[in-house]
Nanobody, 124 residues
Framework: VQLQASGGGSVQAGGSLRLSCAAS???????MAWFRQTPGKEREFVAA????????HYADSVKGRFTISRDNAKNTLYVQMNNLKPEDTAVYYC???????????????????WGQGTQVTVSS
């Protein structure tokens, strides 16, 4: 499985971006998620969505500003990021996995495949 992330860019604080992540072939991952990473820090959980459920999970830092969604027919994951802040600046990665355990979906260990990352830069 190859994941292709796109949609990153540079915006000013308060702006919006929409990231997309397309899977190379039809897969049936139970969980798809976004993580982000800044230099010198560990990759951190942003949001996750389940294939067979409408439930979604968010990091507290993005709750109310980011919305994750998935199109199962297109094997594509999205995240709409509104009211962006400078602290949202990071490389954003999409990931897919089979776990639905809440503690694991918030960890990098819960995912089997990763996209290449797309840079998001928010200026103040």
């Amino acid at each position: 499985v190859q994941l292709q992330a796109s949609g990153g860019g540079s915006v000013q604080a308060g702006g919006s971006l929409r990231l997309s992540c397309a899977a190379s072939r039809r897969t049936f991952p139970m969980t798809m998620a976004w993580f982000r990473q800044t230099p010198g820090k560990e990759r951190e959980f942003v949001a996750a969505a389940f294939r067979w459920s409408s439930s979604t999970h968010y990091a507290d830092s993005v709750k109310g500003r980011f919305t994750i969604s998935r199109d199962n027919a297109k094997n594509t994951l999205y995240v709409q990021m509104n009211n962006l802040k400078p602290e949202d600046t990071a490389v954003y990665y999409c990931a897919v996995g089979t776990s639905t355990i809440l503690s694991r979906i918030r960890s990098v260990d819960g995912y089997d495949y990763w996209g290449q990352g797309t840079q998001v830069t928010v200026s103040s």
